[in-house]
């Protein structure tokens, strides 16, 4: 079992429409959940990070976190072909000392 | 306030050849994580460090791989004897230790011909 799992999409949403990005984790103890956003050829950028049970929300985004299912997500709403990249959910673990990420999400959004 | 700096950022390598990578944390920010990327491929964790010391190196192969980060001067990301599975994306991060995130360098593209 993977120990941040993601669907690799990939994705398509027309332009307007909320994409929903979903991640599973396995590591029962893990405490911090990010949500970075990569463009072809680019590095990894922060979106999000949520570490209660519950939603979070900044601007069009929204994080969810569900500890008891092990299940992060992300939602974006008015989605924009700007928002067109992979989008990759990281956990740190109960050790603390590492942060460990899904394979990613890639996700078009369609003008 | 300059981010996290890679360099370099393309290389290309002959088999057999050492690779060197180099990254320098943002200003303030002591921890230093390496990560691998394949194409079409998420980030493996490589190592984690703080000044002079190595706190975890789970994700480094065994053999032909180290890191260091001094006293003075950058982290160095050093593959000996590379190879051209080793031929990947490589990206430092940084953070000051809190659970705010890391911040990512602009990696390292190595290519091994």
């Known amino acids: 079992q993977k120990e941040v799992e993601q669907n690799s999409g990939p994705l398509s949403v027309p332009e307007g429409a909320i994409a929903s990005l979903n991640c599973t984790y396995s590591?029962?103890?893990?405490?911090?959940f990010f949500w970075y956003r990569q463009y072809s050829g680019k590095s990894p950028e922060l979106i999000m990070f949520i570490y209660s049970n519950g939603d979070k929300e900044d601007g069009r985004f929204t994080a969810q976190l569900n500890k008891a299912s092990q299940y992060v997500s992300l939602l974006i709403r008015d989605s924009q072909p700007s928002d067109s990249a992979t989008y990759l959910c990281?956990?740190?673990?109960?050790?603390?000392?590492?942060?460990?990420f899904g394979a990613g999400t890639r996700l078009t959004v369609k003008p | 306030n300059a981010g996290v700096m890679q360099n370099p950022r393309h290389l290309v390598r002959r088999r057999g050849q050492e690779a060197r990578l180099r990254c320098s944390p943002m200003?303030?920010?002591?921890?230093v994580y390496w990560y691998r990327q394949l194409p079409e491929e998420g980030l493996k964790f490589m190592v984690y460090?703080?000044?002079?010391?190595?706190?975890?190196e789970s994700g480094m192969p065994k053999e032909r791989f180290s890191a260091e980060f001094p006293k003075e001067g950058p982290s160095i990301l050093r593959i000996q004897q590379v190879v051209r599975g080793d031929s990947a994306a490589y990206f430092c991060?940084?953070?000051?230790?809190?659970?705010?995130?890391?911040?990512f360098g602009s990696g390292t593209r190595l290519t091994v011909v």
């Open positions: 200003k303030g920010h002591s921890h």
């Open positions: 990281a956990v740190k673990g109960s050790n603390n000392n590492d942060m460990r």
């Open positions: 590591d029962r103890g893990s405490q911090s």
């Open positions: 991060a940084s953070s000051t230790g809190t659970d705010y995130g890391y911040t």
């Open positions: 460090l703080q000044k002079e010391n190595i706190i975890d």
